[in-house]
Antibody, heavy 121, light 108 residues
Framework: QVQLQESGPGLVKPSETLSLTCAVS?????????WGWIRQPPGKGLEWIGS???????YYNPSLKSRVTISVDTSKNQFSLKLSSVTAADTAVYYC??????????????WGKGTTVTVSS | EIVLTQSPGTLSLSPGERATLSCRAS???????LAWYQQKPGQAPRLLIY???SRATGIPDRFSGSGSGTDFTLTISRLEPEDFAVYYC?????????FGQGTKVEIK
């Protein structure tokens, strides 16, 4: 079955760039679907960050758009998130997920386990 | 941006009881593009319902979704011990998908 696994540094300094990768197994990204990132600050709710198609077409949450870049590497069957100029407010569990439909901001039907990123000096 | 308000914040019930969770949108959600997720501590959310009323693969039929426009409901007909968790709604009918703040279903 489809599985997703996030990886990346657990600690990032303020003003630096957060970088995470999501490795997909059990399904070829090139076969379709959008692939997305969602985050959850400690003790809080969920926030959709953005999504990417295998062609490289991206769609971002307007509130984060100026700082977010999502890219895809079909040869490695993975996609990545970069969030620049981070502050403590970006501390969260970051999830990667498969978008369940043809629209980039659709519901997410398969999720990774999540990775905790703390922004602190 | 469509704001989703979930109520109640916490629902205290016993196993076997019926749970009714509400998700109200600040504007009409087009095409009933509303989903429900279950999240247990330390775990990722799990998709339960999409399209307001369609159960995701493998979801037991004690979970059902209903509603349209601005008012949506998730019903758990008979609570099982594994159903005690936090539930989130998500609208994806606008270009900026948003989530509700969650309802915690706890054991009474």
């Amino acid at each position: 079955q489809v599985q997703l696994q996030e990886s990346g540094p657990g600690l990032v300094k303020p003003s630096e760039t957060l970088s995470l990768t999501c490795a997909v197994s059990g399904y070829s990204i090139s076969s379709g679907y959008y692939w997305g990132w969602i985050r959850q600050p400690p003790g809080k709710g969920l926030e959709w960050i953005g999504s990417i198609y295998h062609s490289g077409s991206t769609y971002y949450n307007p509130s984060l758009k100026s700082r977010v870049t999502i890219s895809v590497d079909t040869s490695k069957n993975q996609f990545s998130l970069k969030l620049s100029s981070v502050t403590a407010a970006d501390t969260a569990v970051y999830y990667c997920a498969r978008v369940g439909g043809a629209i980039p901001y659709y519901y997410m039907d398969v999720w990774g386990k999540g990775t905790t990123v703390t922004v602190s000096s | 941006e469509i704001v989703l308000t979930q109520s109640p914040g916490t629902l205290s019930l016993s196993p076997g009881e019926r749970a009714t969770l509400s998700c109200r949108a600040s504007q009409s959600v087009s095409s009933s593009y509303l989903a429900w997720y279950q999240q247990k501590p330390g775990q990722a959310p799990r998709l339960l319902i999409y399209g307001a009323s369609s159960r995701a693969t493998g979801i037991p039929d004690r979970f059902s979704g209903s509603g349209s426009g601005t008012d949506f409901t998730l019903t758990i007909s008979r609570l099982e011990p594994e159903d005690f968790a936090v539930y989130y709604c998500q609208q994806y009918g606008s270009s900026r998908s948003t989530f509700g703040q969650g309802t915690k279903v706890e054991i009474k």
